[in-house]
Every structure is written in structure tokens, then in C-alpha cells.
């Protein structure tokens, strides 16, 4: 159905100079032969006075060429040219008598030029006047060099962009800009990825263990009926190991591995897309059985119509539509299996979702705390450690972060400890990592005055006592009010994994977010704008409650939520203006209230707060024993 396509394969020489220098040759060879044509001509210039005394008259003019109008050609008779006044001209290249034309002038007006003529033979016989003839030239050299210098450039140009082009590892060239890339991997290589380089995700990896077998022993499955799914959809985060995951499935099973990522279909060039699925998909069932791994489907796969430009929608649809023709094309038994990636399914066009294509979905979530620990062991087995590193401890201290975030972490920690000239990466070196990932860089320069640093440490106390007076909020960990990334100060908190959270825990986070801005009520009589991050998050947070999850009284059991995200883009609001009057007031009232008790809270604790703002200022950075020896034990 699909023959292999040999022609198809790229055998270029990458670019070695030979491949323009004919160019370059023809250029330099013309421009010899028009400079040499130019000097070649032994041939005078001279003026009218000159011809009519000198030689129109001392009858030594055999005849005259007028060329285009406006050059006068002489042409000396023979036996005149012995007489030393055309000595000059008389010879070409030493030994050669000179054929003519030996002098030129040139004329402003033809007609003024054919009165002159006349009148300076009006006593000569006819016989005895000049012969004139007329002849159109054209310099076909300087027509012929007009065209090839600009071609020259371009090509010369086209061949620069090439070679620039190709600077990268096995760059492309704009030449084949419809193939698909030669990224690292997408020229079919065995991935040196494995299951094992892949740490948690047991059930995720149970089901893809099943393409492998399928990749492995097609055999197995076919004899029976069965057909090989040719579509897997990886569904997760960015950084939750999707790519990994798809490479460690061709390397178990030691099959090629090809890649590309949708933006790289739509590109610059309309029309490129289609091409390169195309030559993806040939070049993948060339070297069958094989895995295809697209990432950032989404990009291509989005339910149609929503995209902002039509020109955009255009090229997204052919690129689609000849994704879905390569996957319906194809028998399910070639061996190609096409695994893609994404971090919205619920975006996707139902078409690529049907049966036969990516029908079948493993979702790969941000790892919990056990498996976070698993993937730090495969992080941390390159580096130098410290006795003091417990993968198990900096799992704890790293919910929500993504395996790729863990293995930034890992990586900075070692450049922390390289910077500090350390024999091992140690526990400090991997805190200080972690902080520094999840709050940008410390920035120690920033230039804070007291009064603005009082404000903070009462802001960050605040946060710190409401935290600590609520039992429905992660406990504390440390409070610090050293400037980091664009954030000027931060309570750490231990999140506790939660797959529900109740209304208590939603309205005791929302005091804790306001306690920042409380406290400087409460304190300085007025609020600044240091709360900004902090309402922000309020307000979502009730407009999430109230509107989508059903929190309100005043709304009751509805849900505004809509998942497939179609009212956000036509910028509707699937509700009346008078049911968003009441999320509004329902939001208020939320805040409100939420307000009201941290203002109790902290009122209740207004000593705790001085003497917890107090030390703030003064050492900077608060521990939980701190905050215990300030408070008491939490509750
Ligand atoms: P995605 O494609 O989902 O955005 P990647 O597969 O590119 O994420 O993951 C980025 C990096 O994160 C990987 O190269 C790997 O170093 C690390 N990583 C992610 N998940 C894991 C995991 N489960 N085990 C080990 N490393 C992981
Ligand atoms: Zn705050």
C-alpha cells in the first residue's frame, strides 16, 4: 500500500564548498571577459572639430558607423593609416593591423550631426563623401551581466542561509524545509532509554509494557486476531516524563524512535505541515517496527475553529487532516505505533480521539511523594552525595514539583555545592536548590528600607499566625523575608496531599491569605500594595468555589465549570447578568467573612505577631521551633 519511498531519503554532501564554487567561477570568468572586451578596443575617443579638420577633410575617412544614435564609429582608410597621425590606432596588439572602427565620438542630436556632416562635404563630389551607415548594438555582455549578477546573489545568498542553516547538529536546510527535521531523534536512532531510567508511574507503565510486547512480539498478538493499537495518547503536566516515557517504550522494545513536536509542523511556510507528517510517517515505516512520538499534539490537534487567525486554522487543519489520513492509512500490523503527547486532552479534536486512532490514553500525573522519592534516587545516583542527603526527606519537601523539576533540582544542588567548592552535594545544597526553584533566585541586592522591611515581616507574620491558628492549613515549615525573585517575602508551608478539599479547608486557606494584608491593618492602620499575589489568589479561589464547585449558599449546587472550554473563547459567560450579580455579592460575602475571622485571629494573637514580626526583622528567617517556642505547640 505504502512502498518504501528510497528517493525519499536525504543524501546530501553537507554543504561542502564545492557546491558553489562553479558559481562563483562563472561569475569571476565573465567579469574578466567584459573588462578585457572593454581594454581590448584600440579606439580613441575624439571630438568634432578634430574628425572634420584632421580627418574628415584630409579625405582619410573611408567611412562612418553610426551606432544607436549617439556614437560616431571612424573607420580610417588603409593607406592613411600609415601616416604617423593614426600611428595610435593603426595597430592592435603590437603586430595586427587595426580593421577599425579607430575612432569614436559621441553626438548629442543625430539630426544636428547630419547637417554638420553635410556641411563640412558641401564642395566634395559625391563620390568622394564619407560613406555613413547606421547600426543598432546592442552590449550584450552588460545585458547578459545584468542578469547574472542579481541571479549570482541570490543563489550565492540562498547558499549562505544553507550553510547557516546547518550550523546546528545535523541542522535542516531551507532546500527540504517540507521533510521533517532531523532532530536528535527523528532519524529513527534506538533510544538509550529504558523502564529503568524511568522511576514511579508502576501503572503507567504496566500498561505501556503491553506496546512493548506488541512492538516486540507482533506475532503473539496478530495470530490470534488482534489488532496492534496504533494510537497512545500520554496525558500529563509538562515535565511529568511524557517524552521519557515514550522513549523508554521504543528502547525495551529496540525499536526506532522518531520524533517531532507539533509547533515544528506549523511552521513558518504554509503547507509545510502536511509534507512533513507525511515524511514522518514514510520515514517511520521504513524502518517498521517503530514508534512515532509527537509532542504537543494539542498544537495541532485542537478542536477546530478556535484558533485566532484563519490562516493559522488553515495549516492546523491540513496538518491534522494529514495526521488523521497517515493514521487511518497505514495497517494496524506495519508496526508503527504513534504515541503522542499532551498536557490537555480534553482539548483535542474528537477526531483524533476516535477508535483506530489515539484511542488509548495513559495519564501521567505530577508524581506523589513516594514516587517524587523514587525519581530523586534516579537523579541523585549521579552525584557525589553527602551522607546527610535522604532521598525520602527532600521528597517531602518538594510537593508539586514535576520529575523535571526534581531533576533540576538535583542538578542545581550539585552547582550549588561545585560554586561552594564542597567534597559532596549535601542536604543544605539541596534546600537551597529547592528555594531557589521554587522562588526564583535570592536576590540579596535588592535595596529594601527598614520602614518597608517592618512592613513585610508583619505581613509574613501575619500569614505565619493565621497558618498556624487554623488546623485545616498545611503546617508551616519557615517564614522568611529575604527578597526572592519578584516576591519580597515567603512563608513555606508542607503541603499535605489532598485529592478533596472541604469547604473548612477552602475558607481556612482563604484566611491565611488574607493575613498578610490583615496584619498591616491591623498594624499600620492602612494596607499597601504588598498584598497583590495574595488577593489575587482570594479572589480566584472564591470565584472557583462559588461559580464552580458549588460553595455557595446563594448559588447553590451548580457549576459554572465548563471543561471544554468553549465558553472561554467565544467570551461568553453561560450564566444571566443577574446570576453574576449574585456570584459576585457571593463572593464578597466569602471574603468578607473570611476577613472578619483572620482580623479575630490575629487580634487574639496581637502579641504573638510583635514578638514573631520582631524576630523576623531581626534574624530574617523563621523556623517552625521558633514559631513553637512564640506560640506554643500547633493544635
Ligand atoms: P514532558 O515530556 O512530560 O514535558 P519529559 O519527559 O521531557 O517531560 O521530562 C523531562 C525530564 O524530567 C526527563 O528528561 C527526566 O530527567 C525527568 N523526569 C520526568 N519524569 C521522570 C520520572 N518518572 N523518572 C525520572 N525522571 C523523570
Ligand atoms: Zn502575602
Not at 502536511?274 to 524502518?287: C, I, M, W
Request: glycine share 8%; charged share 25%; proline share 4%.
Amino acid at each position: 500500500m505504502y512502498p518504501a519511498k528510497k528517493e525519499n531519503q536525504r543524501n546530501k554532501p553537507n554543504g561542502k564548498p564545492g557546491k558553489f564554487s562553479w558559481i562563483f567561477y562563472f561569475l569571476l570568468v565573465n567579469l574578466i571577459i567584459f573588462f578585457f572586451i572593454g581594454k581590448n578596443q584600440t579606439f580613441e575617443e575624439i571630438t568634432w572639430p578634430v574628425f572634420e579638420n584632421e580627418m574628415l577633410l584630409k579625405h582619410d575617412v573611408e567611412k562612418i558607423d553610426i551606432v544607436n544614435k549617439e556614437t560616431v564609429e571612424v573607420y580610417i582608410k588603409k593607406d592613411s593609416l600609415a601616416k604617423t597621425r593614426y600611428k595610435s590606432v593603426a595597430k592592435v596588439f603590437k603586430n595586427y593591423a587595426n580593421t577599425g572602427p579607430h575612432y569614436f565620438f559621441r553626438i548629442g542630436s543625430l539630426e544636428v550631426f547630419e547637417q554638420k556632416l553635410d556641411k563640412a562635404q558641401i564642395n566634395l563630389a559625391d563620390n568622394e563623401k564619407v560613406a555613413v551607415s547606421y547600426t543598432n548594438r546592442q552590449n550584450w555582455w552588460a545585458g547578459i551581466l545584468s542578469w547574472i549578477f542579481p541571479i549570482g546573489l541570490m543563489l550565492l545568498f540562498f547558499f549562505y542561509l544553507r550553510r547557516a542553516s546547518m550550523g546546528g547538529p545535523g541542522g535542516s536546510s531551507i532546500f527540504d524545509f517540507g521533510k521533517s527535521r532531523d532532530a536528535e531523534y527523528s532519524k529513527g536512532k534506538i533510544s538509550p532509554v529504558t523502564f529503568k531510567d524511568v522511576a514511579g508511574y508502576d501503572e503507567a507503565k504496566t500498561e505501556v509494557m503491553e506496546i512493548v510486547e506488541f512492538l516486540k512480539n507482533p506475532g503473539n498478538f496478530t495470530k490470534l486476531g488482534a489488532k496492534i493499537p496504533k494510537g497512545v495518547l500520554l496525558v500529563g503536566p509538562p515535565g511529568s516524563g511524557k517524552t521519557l516515557m515514550a522513549k523508554a517504550v521504543a528502547g525495551e522494545a529496540a525499536v526506532p524512535f522518531f520524533s517531532l513536536s507539533g509547533s515544528e509542523f506549523i511552521e513558518i511556510f504554509v503547507g509545510v505541515g502536511a509534507s512533513r507528517v507525511r515524511d514522518l510517517f514514510n520515514k517511520a515505516k521504513e524502518k517498521a517496527p517503530s514508534i512515532i512520538f509527537i509532542d504537543e499534539i494539542d498544537t495541532i490537534g485542537r478542536v477546530r475553529g478556535r484558533a485566532m487567525s484563519a490562516q493559522a486554522n488553515d495549516e492546523r487543519d491540513s496538518t491534522l487532516n494529514q495526521l488523521l489520513t497517515e493514521m487511518d492509512g497505514f495497517d494496524p500490523n506495519t508496526g508503527v505505533i504513534v504515541m503522542a503527547a499532551t498536557n490537555r486532552a480534553d482539548i483535542l479534536d474528537p477526531a483524533l480521539l476516535r477508535a483506530g486512532r489515539f484511542d488509548r490514553h495513559i495519564y501521567l500525573e505530577l508524581p506523589n511523594k513516594n514516587e517524587r522519592e523514587e525519581i530523586f534516587k534516579v537523579h541523585l545516583k549521579p552525584l557525589l552525595l553527602d551522607k546527610s542527603v535522604e532521598s525520602e526527606l527532600l521528597a517531602g519537601q518538594t510537593p508539586g514539583f514535576s520529575g523535571a523539576d526534581i531533576a533540576n533540582v538535583c542538578n542545581e544542588a550539585a552547582l550549588i555545592a561545585a560554586r561552594n567548592k564542597k567534597a559532596a552535594v549535601d542536604k543544605q545544597d539541596f534546600f537551597d536548590a529547592i528555594d531557589r526553584i521554587v522562588a526564583g533566585l535570592e536576590k540579596k541586592s535588592k535595596i529594601i528600607t527598614p520602614s518597608e522591611k517592618k512592613i513585610i515581616a508583619y505581613h509574613e507574620a501575619g500569614h505565619a499566625i493565621v497558618s498556624w491558628m487554623l488546623k485545616n492549613v498545611d503546617p508551616l515549615v519557615k517564614v522568611s523575608i529575604i527578597p526572592r525573585g519578584k516576591s519580597l517575602g515567603s512563608a513555606w508551608y508542607l503541603p499535605e496531599e489532598h485529592q478533596i478539599i472541604t469547604l473548612a479547608q477552602f475558607s481556612d486557606q482563604l484566611c491565611t491569605a488574607l493575613g498578610g494584608r490583615v496584619a498591616e491593618e491591623i498594624v499600620f492602620n492602612e494596607p499597601s500594595s504588598g498584598a497583590l499575589d495574595d488577593l489575587e489568589k482570594v479572589t480566584k479561589q472564591a470565584y472557583m468555589m462559588v461559580a464552580n464547585l458549588g460553595l455557595s449558599s446563594e448559588i447553590g449546587n451548580i457549576s459554572y465549570y465548563d471543561s471544554t472550554g468553549a465558553y472561554e473563547a467565544a467570551f461568553n459567560k453561560p450564566y444571566s447578568e443577574a446570576t453574576g450579580q449574585l456570584i459576585d455579592q457571593a463572593v464578597r460575602k466569602l471574603i468578607e467573612t473570611a476577613h472578619k475571622r483572620t482580623e479575630d485571629i490575629l487580634l487574639q494573637h496581637r502579641t504573638g505577631l510583635d514578638n514573631l514580626a520582631r524576630l523576623l526583622l531581626d534574624k530574617e528567617i523563621v523556623y517552625k521551633e521558633d514559631l513553637e517556642q512564640i506560640l506554643g505547640k500547633r493544635v
